[in-house]
């Protein structure tokens, strides 16, 4: 289960994709999420379904990775389709007791569904096809006006830069530390929730000791190098709008646009 959390890779590659300023893609991901919610029908969500897999093939990513990607959050999508199923109110189609299946709820899960997938995909694409250093620099300058009132913007994306690039290696410990313990006999898979919870406890303590080892050992790395924050800091490569950046603000529009109208007459 752990090798399918794709959370924070970034997959280099010279595609359109990749190539798309970040401040950009930072933008149109807000905007696709919004544009989500405003959709109310087949029409539209097919819409978006083709907008977020053309991105998929224009970028190169491997559908398996992607679809790996998906496998973490497969129990919390059934459970909200199962919830909508039975408890959306319309005509009724099928009951057993307390569980009533109506025609409404039979589309509302579907769409739930559909639209819990695409925003998962959606924002996954970000992290994929953009490396933790652009993302940082975009993100800095989108909220570069905060600065002003005395938002710390550097040091928030600083951190959110240092958490992104770390999930990948965080996962990779715990395995090593999940390894170690069954070859000296663990078994983590039989007993009870709470025999399993206490079985936990022995890949836990080994983890949190190295995340903070890890934590020290970087504070100490910057300030040997003398990391003062935003204070005198300089971009050896500044980011600036291309016809690529104009050409995906124009399809991304037009697409988002189209959903919103389809939307309102709930298609």
Known sequence: MLRDITIGQF?????AVHRVDPRV????????????????????Y?????????????SGIAPKMVVRGLKPVVFIVAFTAVLNLFYTPGNELWSLGFLHVTDAGIKVAVLMVVRILLLIIGTSMLTYTTSPIDLTDGLELLLGPLKKIHVPVHELAMMMSIALR?????????????SAQKARGADFDSGNLIQRARAMVPILVPLFISAFR???????????????????????????????DFGAIAISAAVFGAVIVLGRFGW
Do not use: H, N, W
Not at 50 to 58: C, Q
């Open 11 to 15: 997959f280099p590659g010279t595609s």
């Open 25 to 44: 893609k930072l933008t149109l991901v807000v905007c696709m999420i919004v544009t989500l919610f405003l959709a109310a029908g087949p029409v539209s």
């Open 46 to 58: 097919a819409l978006l379904a083709l907008y977020i897999l053309s991105i998929i093939k224009i």
């Open 166 to 178: 770390f999930i990948p290696t965080l996962i990779e410990e715990t395995e090593k530390i999940i």
């Open 214 to 244: 890890r934590a020290d050992e970087l504070a100490v790395a910057m300030e040997c190098r003398l990391y003062r924050g935003d204070i005198g800091r300089t971009r050896m490569k500044q980011l600036r709008l291309g016809r690529v």
